[in-house]
C-alpha cells in the first residue's frame, strides 16, 4: 500500500544505497529516477525494492515527454505503471517539459512555449498518464535557457494546468531561481502565482553560473538565494514534503543531511510564524 | 509556429548544431546550452556503458568515436541507457582491422545487459534428484547470453576490470564463445567448453536431457557424451547457469 509523503527527503543515489538499505539514512522519505528502475530485474530493483521497505517512496520521471505535440509513448507508460504497480509509491512526477519528437529522444529536459496550443497539448497528454497510472501525478516546473514567445507566463500556465487536469506540482524552487535570473522575472511574482494548495512537493538543489546564464546542474550545495526563496514559498504554502537533489560531485550523506537540516529548521522558523 | 514544428526545429537544432536551426529557435547562448547538455549526456552514458573500452581506447580515442555515433544516429529510446545498442556495430567499422575493439564493446554492452535482465532463482541441486530423466530438459536461467568470439576480448576486458596491464590482442581459436549470466545479482562470465554452445543451444529449443546426449553421441560416442554432458550439468549446477529441470 501506498505511504504518504511527508517531511524531509534526498534523492537516494548510488554512493549512499547502503545507508537506505540498512535505513539508517535520517530521512522521511527517498526519491529515484523511475526510468533508472524501469527495467527487468537484477540489483538496481533489488535495491529499490529494500530501501522501499525502510522509506515511503517518490517516483521522479524525466522521460514521459509531457508536453510532445505528437503524445506519449505506450511503452513508456506501460513500463511505469508496471514499476509503480511494484513499487507502490507516494508520489510520481515528472516535468513540464518535453524530451521527444516523433522517433528522437533528447534525454534533455527541453523548454515549452507557454501557448494556448500547448497547455492544451499538455493537459491532454496529462489526462492520459494519469488514467494509464490511475493516479493522480505532480509535474514539476523546468528550469529554462530560452524563453520562447506565448500567451502567458510559466506560472499562469501551470496554474491553468492543475485547474485543467487535477494535477499536482511539484515546486522546484531552485527552477525558479534559475529561470527568473536567465529570463528576467521576479520569483516573488512566480510565486504569487502559483496555486499553493496544488503543490504537492518541493524540490531544492545548487546550480552554477555559466558564461551568460545560471545553469541548473545539481552538483552544488544548496545556495543562500534559494534557501531564500524556498523559506517565501514554505510561508505561502505551509507544510510540504520537502527534498534535496544531488545528482553530481555528491558528498558523504552526513554533508547532504546537514543541509536538510537546514530545509527543517526554515520550515519550523515559518510554522511558528505563521 | 506550430508546437509540432517548434519540437522539430529543436530537434534539428541538437542533431544538426547548424546554426539556421538555432536561429529559428530565436538564437542567443540558451540554445548552445541546450546543444552542450544533449551531446554530454550522450557521451557520459556511452562512457558509462562501456567502461572497459573507454580504458582499451583511451578517452580521446572514446570520445572521438563516440562524436561520430551521436552523429550518426540519434537517440530513440526514452531510456539513455539503451543509447548504446548499436555502439559496438559502429565502433566494428571504424576498427576493421582491430576485431578484440568491437568484441570489449559487446562484452561491455552484454555485462550492462545481464546486469538488469530478468530474475530467476538458480536450481539447488537436490532438485535434480527428483526430475525424470527420460523427459527432463535443462532450462538455463533468463540471463544467460552465448557470444561468440574471434579475440581474446575477454582476456583483456577482465584484465582492464582488475587494473592489470592487459595481453596483447590476439585471435581466438575457431569457435570460442563466451557465456554470459548473473550469479545472484552480479553478471559473470567465461569461455564456453568443447560442445557446451551446442548442448545449451538444443536445451533451449526444448530438447529433453536424454535426447540431448543422444545427440552428443553422435559426435563423442555414447559414453563419452554422458560423461561430457554430465560434467557439464555440474559445472552450471555449480555456477548458479540452471533455474529449472522439467
Redesign the interface.
Known amino acids: 500500500m501506498s505511504d504518504t509523503l511527508a517531511g524531509f527527503g534526498l534523492g537516494m543515489r548510488r554512493p549512499h544505497y547502503r545507508s537506505y538499505i540498512d535505513g539508517t539514512a535520517p530521512v522521511d522519505f527517498i526519491e529515484v529516477i523511475s526510468e533508472n528502475f524501469m527495467i527487468a530485474g537484477g540489483k538496481p530493483l533489488d535495491t529499490l525494492m529494500k530501501a522501499r521497505r525502510n522509506y515511503p517512496l517518490a517516483l521522479h520521471g524525466v522521460s514521459m515527454s509531457i508536453g510532445s505535440a505528437d503524445g506519449l509513448r505506450d511503452d513508456y507508460l506501460r513500463e511505469l505503471r508496471r514499476l509503480v504497480d511494484l513499487m507502490e509509491p507516494a508520489v510520481v512526477s515528472d516535468h513540464l517539459c518535453w524530451t521527444r519528437i516523433d522517433e528522437f529522444n533528447s534525454h534533455d529536459l527541453l523548454p515549452l512555449p507557454y501557448t494556448e496550443e500547448a497547455l492544451d497539448v499538455v493537459c491532454r497528454n496529462i489526462d492520459r498518464a494519469q488514467e494509464a497510472l490511475g493516479r493522480r501525478m505532480l509535474l514539476e516546473n523546468p528550469s529554462s535557457y530560452i524563453a520562447f514567445p506565448g500567451a502567458m507566463t510559466e506560472w499562469e500556465f501551470l496554474a491553468e494546468m492543475t485547474r485543467r487536469t487535477g494535477c499536482g506540482l511539484l515546486l522546484d524552487v531552485n527552477n525558479i531561481y534559475v529561470s527568473a535570473v536567465n529570463h528576467g522575472f521576479a520569483a516573488s511574482d512566480y510565486l504569487a502565482g502559483i496555486p499553493m494548495d496544488a503543490v504537492g512537493q518541493i524540490h531544492l538543489a545548487g546550480h552554477v553560473k555559466g558564461e551568460h546564464l545560471l545553469i541548473d546542474t545539481h552538483d552544488q550545495p544548496v545556495p543562500d538565494e534559494v534557501w531564500a526563496l524556498y523559506r517565501a514559498a514554505t510561508a505561502l504554502a505551509g507544510p510540504v514534503p520537502t527534498m534535496i537533489e544531488r545528482d553530481d560531485n555528491i558528498p558523504e550523506l552526513e554533508a547532504l543531511c546537514a543541509e536538510l537540516d537546514i530545509a527543517r529548521s526554515i520550515a519550523a522558523d515559518e510554522r511558528i510564524a505563521a | 509556429m ?3 514544428a ?3 526545429n ?2 534539428d537544432w ?2 544538426t548544431g547548424e546554426d539556421s536551426s538555432a536561429a529559428a ?2 538564437g ?4 548552445a ?2 546543444q552542450n ?2 551531446r554530454t ?2 557521451v557520459s ?1 556511452l562512457a558509462e556503458t562501456f567502461q572497459r573500452l573507454v580504458l582499451w581506447l583511451g578517452e580521446d580515442g572514446f570520445e572521438a568515436a563516440a562524436a561520430r555515433y551521436i552523429d550518426a544516429r ?8 539503451a ?1 548504446g545498442e548499436d555502439f559496438t556495430d559502429f565502433v566494428a567499422t571504424l576498427w576493421p582491422d582491430d576485431p578484440e575493439v568491437a568484441e570489449i564493446a559487446l562484452i561491455d554492452w552484454t555485462v550492462g545487459q ?6 530467476a532463482d538458480a536450481l539447488r541441486p537436490e532438485a535434480l534428484a527428483v526430475a525424470d530423466w527420460e523427459t527432463a530438459g535443462i532450462h538455463a536461467v533468463p540471463s544467460l547470453l552465448v557470444l561468440p568470439i574471434t579475440t581474446n576480448a575477454d582476456a583483456i576486458w577482465q584484465a582492464l576490470a582488475t587494473a592489470e596491464p592487459p595481453p596483447p590482442a590476439e585471435m581466438a581459436e575457431c569457435g570460442a564463445a563466451l557465456l554470459v549470466w ?1 550469479q545472484g ?2 553478471p559473470v562470465f567465461r569461455r564456453a567448453e568443447a560442445h557446451e554452445c551446442d548442448v545449451l543451444a538444443w536445451s533451449a529449443a526444448g530438447e529433453g536431457f536424454a535426447a540431448v546426449c543422444a545427440r552428443l553421441a553422435d559426435t563423442l560416442g555414447e559414453e563419452a557424451a554422458v560423461t561430457s554432458a554430465g560434467t557439464l550439468l555440474g559445472r552450471w549446477l555449480a555456477e548458479g547457469m540452471i533455474a529449472a529441470v522439467g
Open positions: 506550430s508546437l509540432l517548434l519540437q522539430r529543436f530537434r541538437l542533431v529557435l530565436g542567443g547562448p540558451g540554445t546550452v541546450y547538455n544533449y549526456a550522450l552514458s540519434p537517440p530513440s529510446s526514452w531510456t539513455l541507457d543509447y545481464v546486469f538488469v535482465g530478468p530474475d548473473r545479482l552480479e
